[in-house]
């Protein structure tokens, strides 16, 4: 393993790696930063390409832990606090900060109805702890991935990493949205969406087939053209007279519904 000392914040690798927190330049690189010992060894098990790592000497013995049994050849940086803090997004951070490549496969995945019955389209949803939330909830529920439409938050902010808890790492993230949206639906997947008009329940409907899941804008909902699309409008029963729930819970109650029908009618 090679490692490289950086004392200085004018270093043009620290200049390049400062500017991934910001989402202009992120989508430019197709590069995004990870904060976090364990968050950093989940993108390596992963499979993920990192590009660098950045650590503290003090915490060299977490990086010889947690990190570098799972190197594989990534430029390695010693530098110093003050300068790990140029590129944190946190008050205190852990001490070591990767630079990992988005996803490519991801937005050219193929969707594979034997084996994922389940995709999720965010129409606008603006909300990073949300979105992360949506994301591990998904990973967990098995779901074939996320269509990212138009206006929604940046997958790969500070906020959603840190909210998703590792499992963007495991799911396929689709930038083209939209394009992956009628891709599905060619494929036979119907169009379901959460509606105040939906006369049955998500209990009542047959969500153990290929289902695209709406979760809308946090404050407009779904958008007229998605709804005046969708094939299937549920309802989340609430017997506690709440107007409604949180888009990510919402679409977690959703999603496990879903696995419940599904293990119940093929296993």
Request: proline residues 4%; charged residues 30%; hydrophobic residues 35%.
């Amino acid at each position: 393993m090679t490692e490289f000392r950086i004392e200085s914040k004018s270093n043009p690798v620290i200049k390049m790696a400062k500017k991934l927190k910001e989402k202009k330049y992120r989508n430019e690189t197709r590069l995004f930063l990870v904060e976090g010992f364990r968050f950093l060894e989940e993108a390596l098990k992963s499979g993920k390409k990192i590009d660098k790592i950045f650590y503290v000497p003090e915490k060299e013995e977490d990086f010889r832990k947690y990190i570098e049994p799972n190197l594989k050849g990534e430029e390695i940086y010693s530098v110093p606090e003050a300068l790990l803090k140029e590129l944190s997004s946190t008050v205190h951070p852990q001490g070591v900060i990767g630079v990992v490549h988005m996803d490519e496969s991801s937005d050219n995945h193929g969707a594979d109805p034997f084996r994922n019955s389940m995709y999720l389209y965010l129409d606008g949803l603006q909300d990073p702890g949300n979105l992360g939330t949506i994301i591990r909830s998904a990973h967990a529920a098995e779901a074939g991935g996320i269509l990212l439409g138009k206006n929604t938050v940046d997958p790969y902010s500070d906020k959603v990493l840190r909210s998703s808890m590792g499992s963007i790492f495991h799911l396929p993230l689709y930038r083209d949205g939209d394009m992956m949206l009628k891709k599905l639906q060619n494929q036979g997947y119907k169009l379901a969406v959460t509606s105040l008009d939906a006369t049955r329940s998500i209990y009542e409907e047959d969500l153990a087939q290929n289902l695209i899941l709406v979760i809308g804008n946090e404050g407009s909902g779904v958008t007229k053209e998605i709804q005046d699309n969708a094939e299937m409008l549920l309802k989340i029963p609430m017997p506690g007279g709440a107007e409604s729930l949180n888009a990510a819970v919402a679409a977690s109650v959703i999603l496990f519904e879903k696995v419940r029908q599904t293990q119940e009618k093929y296993l």
